[in-house]
């Protein structure tokens, strides 16, 4: 028997703003709110155990120290690369530069509170 990833989760200053964008990003709905103030998103329809794991934007007190030590990939389904890139400046994400020489198959971006993610070149079929 094997394990599957059924959430990650991502301390963030602002977990309604986090849970927008990544929203936004991944086609995802609020599933459910925490009396923490974490919020749960995933994909509609499927929510917690589905296919693809689910994102909790949990609150943190303080500023992060250092680099998120994980880091996010994500791929277009529905177009390619470069108009997925122009979709996600426009709801906010912003180019990073880690040192690329320009000929990788990705573009390393951070989301509104500066975690960094990939988007690749690989198009995914929709599940």
């Given at each position: 028997m094997a394990c599957r990833i059924s959430?990650?989760?991502?301390?963030?200053?602002?977990?309604?703003?986090?849970?927008?964008?990544?929203?936004?990003?991944?086609?995802?709905?609020?599933?459910?709110?925490?009396?923490?103030?974490?919020?749960?998103?995933?994909?509609?329809?499927?929510?917690?155990?589905?296919?693809?794991?689910?994102?909790?934007?949990?609150?943190?007190?303080?500023?992060?120290?250092?680099?998120?030590p994980l880091h996010i990939d994500v791929?277009?389904?529905?177009?390619?690369?470069?108009?997925?890139?122009?979709?996600?400046?426009?709801?906010?994400?912003?180019?990073?530069?880690?040192?690329?020489?320009?000929?990788?198959?990705?573009?390393?971006?951070?989301?509104?509170?500066?975690?960094?993610?990939?988007l690749l070149r690989t198009r995914l079929?929709?599940?």
């Amino acid at each position: 028997m094997a394990c599957r990833i059924s959430e990650l989760v991502v301390d963030a200053a602002d977990p309604e703003g986090l849970a927008a964008f990544w929203s936004d990003v991944l086609g995802y709905v609020e599933l459910g709110r925490e009396d923490d103030g974490s919020i749960e998103i995933g994909p509609p329809g499927a929510g917690f155990g589905g296919p693809q794991p689910t994102l909790v934007l949990s609150p943190r007190s303080g500023p992060r120290a250092g680099k998120l030590p994980l880091h996010i990939d994500v791929s277009a389904t529905d177009r390619d690369q470069d108009a997925e890139l122009e979709r996600l400046l426009a709801l906010g994400a912003r180019r990073v530069d880690i040192g690329q020489s320009g000929d990788e198959g990705w573009h390393v971006l951070a989301d509104p509170e500066g975690n960094e993610f990939c988007l690749l070149r690989t198009r995914l079929k929709p599940l």
